[in-house]
């Protein structure tokens, strides 16, 4: 198969983020700007606000009005503050535009329009995940292109998903980062040389500037290094590289990071300003015990974790309570054990998906794995069952999609598809589109209000 991106490919992939960009425009329109919108009963504005948009914003204003970090020491207020600064600097320009327009622009509050202006660029910032998860989806099924549109559109159209980047959030450029470093250290593990090193490097530099749980891409560059020289007959040349390119990869990611360490080291006595945040953000926050303290067992608390991120994945919004009907959730879960029992059929194909980019999938999978222990781990502190941390790896999750929905369709054995491939397609993005259309029209002002699906009235 032809190793450049054909025309036809690209023009889809621009049709994709252009689509994207347009839904998650009109969600970004639509949620309430400030507890002032009129658009929206008062009782609801809190309520269908995106998560966290206050805390992310007022890092920014702090980093405005201060030209100085913040100091976490208050939950009450910006309980953001022990976040990395990168992407609420490169939100700098968009406040200011947005406040100094905001009388232009009819807006009665200066801030308001800082507030639609970083909506705006962190929708962008989505626009630029949609393309590296294109560019991922290349390296993983050995330059389908077909396969790394889908992945794209699934990133682009998974209604939690859009929802999410069309607020105020870290998530999106996170996402970009750890998306960038995966690329990195597949290339690097392809081409190995100082150059990949150094480029892997400052990805996964970049990427710790954004949010410190991208820490486990450490462990993903190492892996890198270790597969790079995998097959290399000389053992000693093999363990002298193999110790160059490690020392060379965590000496620039310490060179672009470090001093962020170094300070939450100096504030908090922890560089990753974890210990902060435990003893704060649990002031007022719900943990296991809360649950254990009221009866829930272990299994329980386990299963209410299963659930309410089997629900989050695809939509639930606002402050996490706000729920689409139950159909929403149904439609969502079928897709899900469709693409399962198709992964679970790849592996009985003569040609699994896998073997023509074994290394990538080996990095890809990785990933996923530390975001999903994290994930657990973070809800055994808190309860916090928001399927949205989970898309720090939206890159590999894609992927998954992709390659369970293929495999569907390829009986065990050979490679007769049960379904012509154009109409395999066509129903994966009908399936998305009617997802994403629901979702849309239940957070638009005035739609009603629902509750927890599945558990009675």
Known sequence: ?????????????????????????????????SSDDTRWPQYLRSRYTPPDEYAHLAYVKYLF???ALPIFDDPTGNYEAHQPPLYYATCLPAYALGTALADDLGLDDPETGGLLLIRIWSILIGGAVIWAVYALGLRLFANDHRKALMAAGFAA???MHLVNLSGITNDGLAELMVLLAIISACEFVVRPSDRTTLIMGICVGLAMLVKSNSLFLLLVGITAALLATREWKAESLRLKLTGRYVALFLATTFFLCGWWWIRNQVLYGDPLAQKVFIELFSVDRATP???????????????????????????????????????????GWAFT?????????????RTRFWDAAAPCWVLAILSLAFVLAFYL???????????RYLFTAIGPLAALFVAGWSGLWFPPRTEEPRLAPASRRVLWWALLALLLVVALYHLRSGAPCLGLPFVGA
Not at 1 to 29: F, S
Not at 317 to 328: I, K, L, R, S, T
Not at 377 to 387: D, E, G, L, P
């Open 157 to 159: 159209f998974l209604p």
């Open 65 to 67: 009005a201060h030209q």
């Open 377 to 387: 781990r973070f809800n055994m502190i808190f309860y916090q069952v928001q399927a």
């Open 289 to 331: 015990e809360w649950f254990f303290e009221r009866g829930i067992s272990g299994i329980g608390y386990l299963q209410m974790i299963l659930f309410g991120t089997a629900l989050s994945f695809w939509g639930v919004f606002g402050q996490a309570n706000v729920y689409m009907p139950e159909f929403f959730y149904l439609l």
């Open 1 to 33: 198969m032809d190793t450049q991106p054909g025309n036809r490919a690209i023009r889809t992939l621009w049709l994709i983020i252009a689509g994207y960009l347009l839904c998650a425009g009109v969600a970004g329109w639509m949620m309430p700007w």
């Open 337 to 349: 054990l469709a693409v399962a029992a198709g992964l679970i059929r790849a592996t009985r194909s």
